[in-house]
T-cell receptor
Framework: SQQGEEDPQALSIQEGENATMNCSYKTSINNLQWYRQNSGRGLVHLILIRSNEREKHSGRLRVTLDTSKKSSSLLITASRAADTASYFCATDAANRLAFGKGNQVVVIP | NAGVTQTPKFQVLKTGQSMTLQCAQDMNHEYMSWYRQDPGMGLRLIHYSVGAGITDQGEVPNGYNVSRSTTEDFPLRLLSAAPSQTSVYFC???????????????FGSGTRLTVV
């Protein structure tokens, strides 16, 4: 079964706007990770947040984690056309990385 | 460094044929895994390995075999291909997970498999 579930499924924004994606999960985790996938390509690791962390930043990315609500959010600030991709959250537990179904983000120039 | 290398990139099989998808990494990662990606389903774990000589089943292991004789290689074998195995297959690796599980995964570029 899918562990992570992202919301919303598809997002279309203007260049320069912020994009926010949410992810929920069901079980205890070691960490939660976000990945990007460009069309027809492999997944690229963006950011990892440990279960004892609440917020983490990396460049234009900000991820939050609320273990009490079993949810996470990914914020991409000042979006660019090159940010157009699918974004996946993935929960890491028991040597398994379980992915959600993904968020399609389109950034309009 | 090449990272994670998957071959072939594309493959068409007939129902009942067998084949091996190759995966190799040059990062000395102990952990390796195979996923399949289907439209609307996200990625699902097929098999994984925490080190040479050790493999375990993931979420959707039926119809697939793996072995891990070296740290670098983790081939995925389709025993008797079925149309339901038409998918994009990704291999991924991660650093030593015995001491610290907080590492991201490095993915290969995928193998697009069609079974007719």
């Amino acid at each position: 079964s899918q562990q992570g579930e992202e919301d919303p499924q598809a997002l279309s924004i203007q260049e320069g706007e912020n994009a926010t994606m949410n992810c929920s999960y069901k079980t205890s985790i070691n960490n939660l990770q976000w990945y990007r996938q460009n069309s027809g390509r492999g997944l690229v690791h963006l950011i990892l947040i440990r279960s004892n962390e609440r917020e983490k930043h990396s460049g234009r990315l900000r991820v939050t984690l609320d273990t009490s609500k079993k949810s996470s959010s990914l914020l991409i600030t000042a979006s660019r056309a090159a940010d157009t991709a699918s974004y996946f959250c993935a929960t890491d537990a028991a040597n398994r990385l379980a992915f959600g179904k993904g968020n399609q983000v389109v950034v309009i120039p | 460094n090449a990272g994670v290398t998957q071959t072939p990139k594309f493959q068409v099989l007939k129902t009942g044929q067998s084949m091996t998808l190759q995966c190799a990494q040059d990062m000395n990662h102990e952990y390796m895994s195979w996923y399949r990606q289907d439209p609307g389903m996200g990625l699902r774990l097929i098999h994984y390995s925490v080190g040479a000589g050790i493999t375990d089943q993931g979420e959707v292991p039926n119809g697939y075999n793996v072995s891990r004789s070296t740290t670098e290689d983790f081939p995925l074998r389709l025993l008797s291909a079925a149309p339901s195995q038409t998918s994009v297959y990704f291999c991924a690796s991660s650093f030593n997970r015995h001491l610290n599980t907080n590492y991201g995964y490095t993915f290969g570029s995928g193998t697009r498999l069609t079974v007719v």
